[in-house]
């Protein structure tokens, strides 16, 4: 299995830009997780879905922030506009088993905003 | 305010002596806890876990100790090596919604 793949792994944009980062979740895993990962602020939670349909959105830092996931198998952040304080590696994580704890993230995207 | 944090955020440790990570909670309702691994330019690796009504899991030379009346949980790492240089996160599972600590790295001196 190839893992959960992000894309892009790093992106460089400028302030007021759109930006869309993609995951790819391992097949036949039912739930996807986007977290957010900054020195000052750790691995925040900013939603997860449950087959494709979003559960908990409370981790969404405003408007701006949008995400989606059409099918089992591809989902998208968005940030529209971007800003500087929008740096950050974002991660996308997958599973399977309810009441575990075995996510499984892919390697992240790096995003600066300048 | 964040339910999971760690005691310290960097500890050091001779090659081949045990590593201890603490980590204490606050949400007496999370069903699981969670330690994970991070090395650099990596995303986070699961370790084990471990079952709110548990207080003690082995894996392959670690150890998670949970104990539930003063809400402290704990990784232990046998035989500490160098590849086991990383930043270690505990993390809670509420309602199959996984919350993290901000993470303790650990350096591994020669």
């Known amino acids: 299995d190839a893992g959960v793949i992000q894309s892009p792994r790093h992106e460089v944009t400028e302030m007021g830009q759109e930006v869309t980062l993609r995951c790819k979740p391992i097949s036949g895993h039912n739930s996807l997780f986007w977290y957010r990962q900054t020195m000052m602020r750790g691995l925040e939670l900013l939603i997860y879905f449950n087959n494709n349909v979003p559960i908990d959105d409370s981790g969404m830092p405003e408007d701006r922030f949008s995400a989606k996931m059409p099918n089992a198998s591809f989902s998208t952040l968005k940030i529209q506009p971007s800003e500087p304080r929008d740096s950050a590696v974002y991660f996308c994580?997958?599973?399977?088993?309810?009441?575990?704890?075995?996510?499984?993230f892919g390697e992240g995207s790096r995003l600066t905003v300048l | 305010g964040e339910s999971v944090g760690l005691h310290l955020p960097t500890l050091s440790v001779q090659e081949g002596d045990n590593s201890i990570i603490n980590c204490a909670y606050s949400n007496s309702a999370s069903d699981y806890f969670i330690w994970y691994k991070q090395e650099s330019g990596k995303g986070p690796q699961f370790i084990i876990d471990?079952?709110?009504?548990?207080d003690k899991r082995q894996g392959q030379r670690v150890t998670v100790l949970l104990n539930k009346t003063v809400k402290h949980l704990s990784l232990q790492i046998a035989a500490t090596q160098p590849g086991d240089s990383a930043v270690y996160f505990c993390?809670?599972?509420?309602?199959?919604?996984?919350?993290f600590g901000k993470g303790t790295r650990l350096h591994i001196l020669p």
């Open positions: 471990i079952r709110s009504n548990m």
């Open positions: 993390a809670e599972n509420m309602r199959n919604k996984i919350i």
């Open positions: 994580a997958s599973w399977t088993s309810y009441n575990t704890g075995e996510l499984f």
